[in-house]
């Protein structure tokens, strides 16, 4: 994305700040994810973790067969707005969280041989079929950061072997109703990560996924990458089908809106601190936190390293917090109180992600229709948006 792409939306349409999503962006998205499931049979999933703009989920639906939730309210979202299958993974479930999650729920996938369980009962007097699913952790790292790695040392995500072997030691019936396997495990990877961990997963886990119905190989495929390796997934996906007589789910958040959305800001203020600082009305705290979790600089479009051009600025948001620094940028022309910049692939993550912390105003959300050159603003927020979050 650069200066073109800028003036053909034309960002001075949208309220600052704001995520403006592009439709055509995301139909191109779409249709890599459409190849690898007709190459494949295997069905792709939202994860609405990493992406829940439920104004574009009747674009997504057409192509995917359902969205992947991690809680109670993410399960109802995907009933309500998304349609299709729902599948449910978290890391435990409480009692008020499974009966609100049969409510919607077509897979759910358990963390623990304990939960799954104390919750058989509850799936299988379910009046619909509810597919139960038992997660594994196949111990086998592909060096994403510590935090985004769930078999990270101590990680809490998925059973791992001694203990899948050890819960059917005390009981031979510990997998009865079980109709699958999940693993999750990548993160931000190509297709020789997936390629590895699979090689693992059947290793440690093979004998069980015979008996199953699906294998749901969870998310962190980067799919629609330029350079990802879609011949490599496919070869994998078909080989699970092939092999196990499995249906195959891919749940990925990134790759569905990967490079799909920018996030428009305006500059408040330009300070001369030991360097210049332009302060905007975004904040990294608040509208793109992973910047300092991960951490990252995110691209600015029409910007340079700093130095790289004439005006080099760092880039800062309005919070209190001494850290929120977005990251350092130059330009050919200086920054001024009122220019607007846009800040590069803030579909994901970073939209589902935003707090209100400081009260800080949260960026609208519009979507961009490029066919008829439309922007359609589907929210903004205001007070009430604050204050509806305390008492
Ligand atoms: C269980 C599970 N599935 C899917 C995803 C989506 O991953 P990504 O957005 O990296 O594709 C995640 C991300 O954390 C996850 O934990």
Known sequence: MERGYLERLGIGRVPSPCFVVDEGLLSRNLAVLDT???RTGARILLALKGFAMFSVFP??????HGACASSPHEARL???EFGREVHVFAAAYSDDDMQDILRHADHVVFNSFAQLERFRPAVQACPRHVSMGIRVNPEHSEGAVPIYDPCSDGSRLGVRLREFEA?????SGALDGVEGLHFHT?????ADALERTLAEVEKKFGRW????QWVNMGGGHHITRSDYDVDTLCRCAAHVRRTYGVQVYLEPGEAVALDTGILVATVLDVVQADMPVAILDASAACHMPDVLEMPYRPHVIGSGLQGEKAYSYRFAGKSCLAGDVIGEYSFDEPLRAGDRVAFTDMAIYSMVKTNTFNGLQLPAIARYRPATDEILVE??????????RLS
């Open 36 to 38: 690898v499931q007709q």
């Open 59 to 64: 674009l997504l639906r057409t192509v995917l």
């Open 78 to 80: 995907a009933r309500e």
């Open 167 to 171: 819960a059917l030691e005390r009981d």
């Open 186 to 190: 990548l993160c931000q990877h190509n």
């Open 209 to 212: 996924m015979h008996g199953m």
């Open 379 to 388: 929210r903004t927020f205001g007070y009430e948006d604050f204050r509806n």
